[in-house]
């Protein structure tokens, strides 16, 4: 079975400055890649996702992720975020065992902008 | 993408009662799965909803807690039994739809069981 790292809990960072939210998964032959955002009393909404083609990702709100192979990683960046993106972003690796695709998702990171 | 509605969106309950969380799409979709996210914590699994065919549960959860229905493709239903305080949560509903390799989710209901 699948399973979804984020090495981060919190990330508190300054408006304007860049950002990296960090995700490693478990390995795998072929997986498709997401990163949903939560913000607060919301429910989840999809930030990007990789399925294949490409390994550099764009997303909504400024948002991309790379994916690498070698080093199972996908790891969300904005090179500036603002006050707004202030949220718990969540990664999800696609898990097809037992033949229906499902959803195995890290424990979140919570990203805190400050003026 | 679609959009999906669940109800309600938030509710108070006592211990010992059952809740119906109701989940509602305006557009068909080929899976509906239902997530659970206690406070502070990550989503988990509870089970897809299979149309006109009983759920499958993952591990840690069984049907007699959480029976669900789907009668359509559109609307499914998860009630959550016999309730104690461990069991507050947020609920969400997520499907996916033809053709597509996403899961979107609903607003959720934050269950709160006294």
């Known amino acids: 079975a699948q399973s979804v790292t984020q090495l981060d809990s919190q990330v508190p960072v300054f408006e304007e400055a860049p950002v990296e939210l960090r995700c490693n998964y478990s390995?795998?032959?072929?997986?498709?890649l997401f990163w949903y955002v939560q913000y607060p009393n919301q429910g989840l909404q999809l930030l990007l996702k990789?399925?294949?083609?490409?390994?550099l990702v764009k997303g909504i709100n400024g948002f991309e992720a790379e994916f690498n192979k070698s080093q199972t990683s996908f790891h969300l960046r904005k090179p500036s975020v603002h006050i707004s993106d202030t949220a718990e972003y969540f990664c999800?690796?696609?898990?097809?065992?037992?033949?229906?695709?499902?959803?195995?998702f890290g424990k979140g990171t919570k990203l805190t902008v400050n003026p | 993408s679609a959009v999906i509605s669940q109800k309600p969106s938030r509710d108070i309950c006592q211990r010992g009662t059952s809740l119906t969380i109701q989940c509602q799409v305006d557009?068909?979709?080929?899976?509906m799965f239902w997530y659970r996210q206690q406070p502070g914590q990550s989503l988990t699994l509870i089970a897809t909803?299979?149309?006109?065919?009983?759920?499958?549960?993952e591990s840690g959860f069984v049907i007699d807690k959480f029976p669900i229905s789907r009668p359509n493709l559109t609307f499914s239903t998860l009630t959550v039994s016999n309730m104690s305080p461990e069991d507050s949560s947020i609920y969400l509903c997520?499907?996916?739809?033809?053709?597509?390799?996403?899961?979107?989710f609903g607003p959720g209901t934050r269950l709160t069981v006294l």
């Open positions: 990789y399925l294949s083609g490409s390994t």
């Open positions: 997520s499907v996916t739809l033809a053709g597509a390799d996403t899961q979107y």
């Open positions: 999800a690796v696609s898990d097809w065992e037992g033949g229906s695709e499902k959803l195995v």
């Open positions: 909803a299979n149309q006109g065919s009983e759920a499958t549960y």
């Open positions: 557009s068909q979709v080929t899976m």
């Open positions: 390995s795998s032959v072929s997986v498709y």
